[in-house]
């Protein structure tokens, strides 16, 4: 994730208390969100390589902020589930099959599974919930952590969920999957960061707390291929 949460906190007139990160690997936003002047986490990552890794980041930081780690997996109902292990230090692994072929998986492989618990967020979030920010980074998996957060949802101010408008896993949820679940929580997507050409992050406040005069952000950090580029990847097996 590339956005800096204080400013989108800044646009929205919201605090930054404590933030929630579901697929948070190895804790490469640790530093940012302390910045940010978050000062209670909870973290969610269920690969034994990346939660190790994640745990020794945070001991270095633990007198600056309060930490819960929990290594598992989130999803809409418990289970246990073999992950698909990505070979860039687990950060693309995803609880859905990676669809071969795709360019932005080219120097990636798949060639590891890890058996990990599956549970789901209303599990580790109190009605009485102090943690105003949500971050969602499951490799597709956002609409089933979504369908496990029904009971606690809407005690955030804030989620931030990675969005896709090139399907890379099988079943991964949708743009337009997710923005229909968060509506229907009560939450509309306000800003649109698209960072790769296929994915970005979805910014999405609670309605009671979008100002009136808040017009939704888009940027592209990288823009689509038009039809004759698309067609051309095609023939030379590229995309």
């Not at 406040?205 to 990288?222: C, F, H, M, W, Y």
Request: overall charge negative; glycine content about 8%; hydrophobic content about 40%.
């Amino acid at each position: 994730m590339q956005l800096k949460l204080d400013e989108v906190a800044k646009r929205y007139g919201l605090e930054t208390r404590g933030v929630v990160h579901v697929g948070a690997n190895e804790g490469q936003e640790i530093d940012a969100y302390l910045e940010a002047g978050f000062s209670r986490f909870k973290m969610f990552e269920p690969l034994h390589g990346p939660f190790a890794k994640l745990t020794e980041n945070v001991k270095a930081r633990e007198h600056l902020a309060a930490f819960e780690l929990f290594q598992v997996a989130l999803g809409s109902s418990p289970d246990r589930a073999n992950m698909f292990v990505a070979s860039n230090g687990g950060a693309s692994s995803s609880l859905l099959k990676p669809i071969a072929g795709k360019r932005s998986m080219k120097n990636i492989d798949f060639d590891a599974k890890e058996t990990v618990e599956v549970q789901t967020l209303d599990r580790y979030i109190d009605s009485d919930n102090d943690f105003n920010f949500l971050v969602l980074d499951t490799q597709g998996f956002e609409k089933e952590v979504l369908l496990g957060s029904k009971e606690t949802i809407g005690t955030f101010d804030a989620v931030i969920c990675e969005i896709n408008r090139d399907i890379t896993y099988h079943a991964s949820a949708t743009i337009t999957d997710i923005d229909r679940i968060m509506a229907g929580y009560g939450f509309t997507r306000m800003e649109t960061h698209w960072v790769g050409r296929g994915w970005g992050d979805g910014v999405y406040i609670r309605d009671a707390l979008v100002p009136e005069d808040a017009e939704q952000i888009e940027t592209d950090s990288k823009k689509p291929r038009s039809r004759i580029k698309k067609v051309l990847y095609r023939l030379l097996r590229r995309s």
